[in-house]
């Protein structure tokens, strides 16, 4: 049965039409693979010493046996973001006279034998040698070994149950934060050190096999429940997407009143709710409205006799832009499945250009809005944010758009956002370089030559022409579609 599944995958990759291009990409993905999987075994090897050498501490088993709970959280945090799901391919196996069962069971293995199965194994084997089979015997060494690859390993099975169930969901990304915040606030602020937790497990492990069988139970049990799951709910309408469905049809009001720019400003809303990658990137915009808290509340940007840092104009232009700069670099590419019907509509394109402006502009003025508590680390920070949306709204959504147009490419929707380059190409990279310099290049020498709220009336002053300029700066944006309709749909026919 295996060797079917195997026979049927060789011939699903060979018949598809982008079979060049697909190999192409997976011999460089699994090159960049090979890079970092050697990176991280360099850094098995070199652990002990960084720890008794560079850091001061005599004892590595300690401190390595103490920290692996960092090291669970932060795989749990990797895995909810990278960690893909076996759903898509049911659609491929699901008509074939073949067990249900068998499928879901290949798809289960089959998604096991990933380069983040060896994360663990590359980082903490050549430690377990040198180290803890060195200091308590190769018994020991080995049990200890085993206790964290089956910790590792477990998280995988419960991943594919968590991601599958709790996806995109406010149960799931209220869980990953909870995580987040648990792991980096417990001993910062001193509430209790959670390498406590699982210390002792990992103690017990180098003297009795008992562990090593408790966390084997665990890892079959989290490998039941992910199998359970999936052949319960095996079926293409069931695995896809379990939103609340009025919640996902659901309209925008403020857009109604500007009539079809605002009528595709919220489909546009409603297609980012719908699909998954779209949906990825409104949760990270989300989740960078945290970025703040890097800087304002590090001692190394305070400066000394009053003002802030210079670095607070790209936080607060970075918090209050990141979903124009993210969800606007693929300005085009998320309707390339549609466009013609834009193209012929009348007014379709001008209306979809600028239905897209109306939504960045919303949801970074809801960036704004979710950003005003920072005015708990000063004032300055509130107006800082201020200046720099205002900024972003007259300038800065202008250079992304207009970047965005040369030469867009093709995209799928219903494909995850990590290590997903479709769409991507040279301008997208070069969009960071408005987006950073551009603010600076205003605030600069108002603060250098006057003072730095000098440079922030600078910036609202300009960002405020700009908005004032809006129809004539936007024009420029709007006949570069339509001069170039034909063009950009001709690249959206292409093949993925």
């Known amino acids: 049965m295996v060797v079917e599944f195997i026979r049927l995958e060789l011939l699903k990759s060979i018949r598809s039409t982008s079979f060049a291009k697909s190999v192409m990409v997976g011999v460089f993905l699994a090159f960049l693979a090979v890079l970092l999987l050697g990176y991280l075994f360099l850094l098995g090897l070199v652990l002990k010493d960084i720890i008794v050498k560079y850091m001061g501490m005599p004892d590595a088993y300690e401190v390595v046996s103490g920290s692996l709970i960092y090291f669970f959280l932060i795989e749990f945090m990797y895995r909810y973001f990278v960690q893909k799901l076996p759903v898509i391919d049911l659609e491929s196996f699901l008509h074939l006279p073949i067990k249900k069962s068998s499928i879901i069971h290949f798809l289960l293995i089959r998604s096991f034998i990933s380069p983040l199965t060896l994360v663990a194994l590359l980082v903490f084997g050549p430690f377990s040698y040198q180290e803890v089979a060195f200091r308590f015997g190769n018994a020991a060494g080995l049990m200890w070994l085993g206790s964290l690859l089956l910790s590792s390993w477990s998280l995988h099975w419960l991943m594919l149950w968590f991601k599958q169930r709790f ?35 990992f103690d017990a492990s180098l003297t009795s096999p008992i562990p090593v069988i408790g966390l084997l139970v665990l890892f079959f049990t989290c490998y039941g429940l992910a199998f359970t799951y999936y052949r319960n709910n095996a079926y293409i309408e069931d695995l896809t997407s379990e939103e609340n469905v009025r919640f996902v049809n659901q309209s925008l009001g403020i857009f109604s009143r500007f009539g079809l720019a605002g009528e595709l400003a919220d489909l546009e809303w409603k297609l980012i709710i719908r699909h998954k990658k779209s949906r990825t990137y409104l949760m990270l915009a989300s989740f960078f409205l945290l970025y703040g808290l890097i800087f304002y509340t590090n001692p190394m940007y305070k400066t000394e006799g009053g003002g802030f840092n210079h670095m607070f104009v790209f936080v607060g232009s970075f918090i209050t832009g990141i979903f124009m700069l993210q969800y606007g670099q693929l300005f085009l590419s998320w309707n390339s499945s549609n466009f013609d019907f834009f193209l012929a509509k009348r007014d379709g394109l001008a209306s979809l250009v600028k239905g897209k402006y109306l939504l960045f502009m919303a949801i970074s003025f809801l960036c704004f809005l979710l950003s005003v508590p920072y005015a708990y680390f000063g004032w300055d920070i509130l107006l800082i944010h201020l200046a720099t949306f205002i900024f972003n709204m007259g300038v800065i959504i202008h250079l992304v758009i207009y970047l965005s147009l040369w030469k867009p490419k093709p995209m799928d929707l219903n494909k995850g956002a990590m290590f997903n380059y479709e769409g991507v190409g040279i301008a997208q990279f070069l969009m960071i370089i408005p987006m950073m310099g551009a603010p600076y290049v205003v605030y600069l020498p108002f603060a250098l030559l006057v003072n730095q709220y000098a440079g922030l009336l600078a910036l609202g002053v300009i960002g ?7 129809p004539k700066l936007a024009k420029f944006s709007i006949d570069k579609v339509i001069d170039n309709r034909h063009e950009i749909s001709a690249s959206f026919r292409q093949e993925l």
């Open 464 to 470: 405020g022409i700009g908005i004032l300029a809006f």
């Open 167 to 201: 996806e995109d969901s406010l149960i799931g990304i209220g869980v990953v934060f909870l995580v987040m915040l648990l792991g980096l606030g417990s001993n910062y602020y001193g509430w209790f050190n959670l390498g406590d937790l699982m210390k002792p497990l």
